[in-house]
């Protein structure tokens, strides 16, 4: 009896014990799940013509406590053209945050493209050394095809041809031989007038880096995007004319890299010197931490901003030769 006793004690706790594991594996579960970073991408259309708009949309779910770090803005992806870019958040009751960055694409050419997948990387914010994790959007296929493609079907098939009189043969190959020379003779004539336009017109010179990159800042100031709460948009903006500037006047490939790789090649160049590598330095974490951080600067951040961007290019900018002949320097 006492040993039916001891075998139903440890019966019950070994019972006790394996429900205790599985309460705790449902919780590590239940955890994790929390944890999670989900990652998706598509297109409106997969086959599209010529001209068309194609919204390209990244979606990333992520908690509020991770720090996600997405891919610079391009001109081109996959081959098509970014018309516009957008980033949108909404922040739900359950801590976790969804992300939307969407592109709105173009091409004139019609062919298959690849959208590539992209590398979204993400750590803990809380952890520095935390390790760096990435999760990868899927490739995207897309058909570009032309209007007569796309509406193959109202094409008509060829009319069965048509006997001529044989007495007015001879009078039609005359008629053509005639209009066939007057076409040829004013398509000459026409290349020469061109040919001589062509030589008399100037070749307007190509504008320097930092003319265009006074340009754009007047453009982006003239598009008022912070009195229109887009911040981000606006960042996202200020940091492409920076890199491309960076691109154009010094040739290190700026637009095309992280923050974190530019930075590294921009230590060991000796085309900045000290004070504009710091300066670059600062301009582009401050512009990370609003695009990927979701940091919200004051006014007088954004001021600031804009103003290290016009003082990289003021005191970065090459001398040209008209500008030293006004002032007279030999």
């Known amino acids: ?25 449902d919780s590590l579960k239940e955890d994790n799940s929390k944890k999670s970073v989900s990652v998706s991408a598509g297109v409106d259309k997969a086959r599209a013509t010529i001209g068309d708009k194609i ?18 803005t391009k001109d081109k ?14 922040e739900r009751a359950d801590g976790r945050i969804t992300r939307e960055l969407s592109y709105v694409l173009e091409t004139y050419k019609a062919s298959s493209y ?13 952890k520095p050394e935390a390790e760096v994790e990435v999760a990868k959007t899927p490739e995207i296929f897309v058909e570009v095809v032309t209007v007569l493609d796309a509406d193959a079907s109202d094409v008509r098939g060829i009319k069965p041809p048509v006997s001529l009189d044989k007495r007015y043969f001879k009078l039609y190959i005359i008629i053509a031989i005639v209009i066939g020379v007057l076409i040829l003779v004013a398509v000459v004539l026409h290349y020469i007038y061109h040919r001589k336009q062509r030589e008399t017109e100037s ?22 995007l912070v009195s ?16 491309h500037y960076i691109e154009n006047r010094f040739k290190l490939m700026a637009p095309d890299r992280t923050t974190e790789e530019f930075l590294v090649e921009m230590t060991v160049t000796g085309k900045l010197t000290g004070v504009h590598k710091e300066l670059v330095g600062n301009f582009l974490e401050h512009c990370d931490m609003v695009k990927f951080a979701a940091y919200g600067p004051d006014s007088r951040e954004i001021e600031n901003s804009f103003n290290s961007a016009k003082k990289l290019v003021d005191e970065t900018r090459e001398i040209l030769l008209e500008e030293v002949d006004n002032t007279g320097v030999n």
């Open 1 to 25: 009896m006492n040993n039916i006793i001891r075998y139903a004690i440890i019966i019950f706790i070994v019972f006790v014990y394996a429900a205790d594991l599985c309460l705790a594996q």
């Open 55 to 72: 919204n390209y949309k990244i979606t990333v779910d992520f908690p509020e406590d991770i720090e996600v770090f997405f891919p610079e």
């Open 77 to 90: 992806v996959g081959g098509l053209a970014v018309k516009d870019f957008a980033v949108s958040d909404i």
């Open 114 to 126: 690849i959208i590539p997948a992209f590398d979204i990387r993400y750590k803990e914010k809380l």
């Open 203 to 224: 070749v307007p010179e190509p504008l320097s880096a930092h003319q265009i990159a006074y340009n754009d800042l007047e453009s982006l100031r003239a598009m008022d």
């Open 228 to 243: 229109k709460g887009q911040i981000k948009e606006y960042y996202y903006r200020l940091s492409n004319i920076v890199r």
